[in-house]
């Protein structure tokens, strides 16, 4: 088995000039060993920058370029043209530059069409999960590297949260695929439901945590809400908790071969917000030069993709149906047993992304 | 990772781009450090174009007027390019 000494530093590309503005110094500097691209996010035939294409050339060159899919919606129970597509553009996308490997977002989208929505969580079911597992398969065959899934922030109750890692494992376990431990949203958890943040994490299959994401967000003061909720909205500094639990997490993690420093890119919006955004991946860079650890490579297994018609659910299709439905109605539905300041919250994030 | 040299180039080219569409007077560090480190022979052939094509006879004063020089240099046109679709933060 090949041996790495530590995991490698990099950060979400945003094709946008002010992200560009502030993250050049690092580039400049060397310092962005690795980059992660959502290769999905671009819509139809836009302009892209004229630096981007080189970008990901450079970083597909010496294997370091990293996939994240937004859109596949993993988890939707029926199967249509739309992720027929999704993968077709993986396989082109896979064929343009080398990936070294792909991941998609835990969840079901809020909205049914491309482009729109966020990962909205549901009921963790065994149908659900057979689901999960066939959509991993065809992702799997389609960008022939290893995949893996990221964790939720958004989840609906404490029950959730704990179940989460388990549902997780049963997904990527038949791909060998790997788990992405978004630090900043198991943050939002752990302050949303007042769970031990390392509580959460060690539920999760640690041992298949091969990418962790790091960024910030923001506090929900939404009168409409009885407390105060902390929003996975990548805008602000990377909070003090995560970093100090860093080294923890680093140490307990045997196969973390990346981590991810993301920030939206909107969010540039002062000379302050570049500089602040320089000074967090700095503080990661030097914890993870303190740390003492030495990772192993994932383990390769022999993967058979027997990839029959895709399974479809008709039944949870229409519960998914269901959900969205009554989400976008902002009307509490005490029958999903939602922590109502969730649901509101869910409430907002689909006015704002589904449209 | 070390980057290439044409691929920094563009990289400065758009953020250079922005700068001066953001602020066309205010001293920007970040422009400052960079013009100072990287060659670009794109935008400096720019700027002498622009120099002789308005025949002005004072070119230290050109290249000391950040906004011209951004703007000679300019050849990004974000304003056109729209990421609709963040990766994450949609949380």
């Known amino acids: 088995m090949i041996s790495i000494k530590k995991p490698r530093l990099g950060i979400s590309i945003v094709p946008n000039s002010k992200f560009l503005k502030a993250a050049l110094p690092l580039f400049a500097a060397q310092q962005v060993e690795i980059v992660e691209w959502s290769f999905d996010t671009l819509k139809g035939a836009i302009q892209q920058p004229a630096w981007l294409p080189l970008l990901l050339k450079e970083y597909s060159a010496k294997n370091r370029l990293l996939g994240h899919g937004v859109f596949y919606a993993l988890l939707d129970a029926n199967w249509g043209s739309r992720q027929e597509n999704w993968l077709k553009r993986l396989e082109q996308e896979t064929l343009t530059h080398n990936y070294a ?36 398969k065809r992702l799997r065959a389609a960008a022939r590297v290893d995949v893996g899934i990221e964790n939720l922030a958004l989840t609906p109750n404490t029950l959730a949260i704990l179940d989460q890692g388990e549902f997780m494992f049963k997904l990527v376990n038949p791909v060998n695929g790997f788990i992405i431990l978004d630090l900043h949203n198991v943050y939002c958890q752990s302050e949303n439901f007042g769970i031990d943040m390392m509580t959460i994490i060690k539920s999760y299959p640690i041992s298949l945590v091969k990418e962790i994401h790091i960024s910030g967000g923001s506090w929900d003061n939404d009168p409409s809400l009885t407390r105060t909720i902390r929003r996975d909205t990548h805008d602000g500094r990377v909070p003090e908790a995560i970093l100090e639990l860093l080294p923890e997490v680093l140490a307990i993690c045997p196969i973390l071969e990346y981590i991810i420093f993301e920030k939206m890119g909107d969010s540039f919006q002062m000379e302050i ?7 967090d991946f700095q503080k990661i860079r030097k914890i993870l030069d303190a740390s003492a650890i030495s990772i192993k490579a994932k383990e390769e297994k022999e993967i058979t993709d027997n990839l029959g018609p895709p399974v479809i659910d008709l039944e949870l299709f229409q519960e998914q149906k269901a959900l969205r439905k009554s989400i976008a109605s902002g009307k509490y539905d005490s029958s999903y047993e939602w922590d109502k300041d969730i649901w509101r919250v869910a409430t907002k994030l689909y006015k704002k992304w589904n449209n | 990772m070390k980057l290439s040299n044409v691929l920094l180039a563009s990289m400065i080219t758009s953020v250079l781009g922005v700068s001066a569409q953001e602020d066309d007077t205010e001293k920007d560090s970040l422009t400052s450090q960079f013009s100072t480190e990287i060659e670009l022979p794109k935008a400096s052939s720019t700027i002498n174009l622009i120099d002789d094509q308005k025949n002005i006879k004072d070119s230290i004063k050109i290249r000391s007027s950040k906004k011209k020089v951004y703007k000679a240099i300019k050849t990004t046109p974000t304003n056109k390019y729209q990421h609709r679709c963040p990766g994450c933060g949609r949380g």
Do not use: C, T, V, Y
């Not at chain 1, 989208?109 to 909205?120: K, Q």
């Not at chain 1, 917000?273 to 000074?279: L, Q």
């Open chain 1, 273 to 279: 917000d570049g500089i602040n955004f320089r000074a």
């Open chain 1, 101 to 136: 490997q792909i991941s998609e977002h835990f969840g079901l989208m809020s909205s049914e069409n491309a482009h729109e929505g966020f990962p909205l969580p549901f009921s963790l079911s065994n149908s659900a999960l057979q689901i999960g597992i066939d959509r991993l």
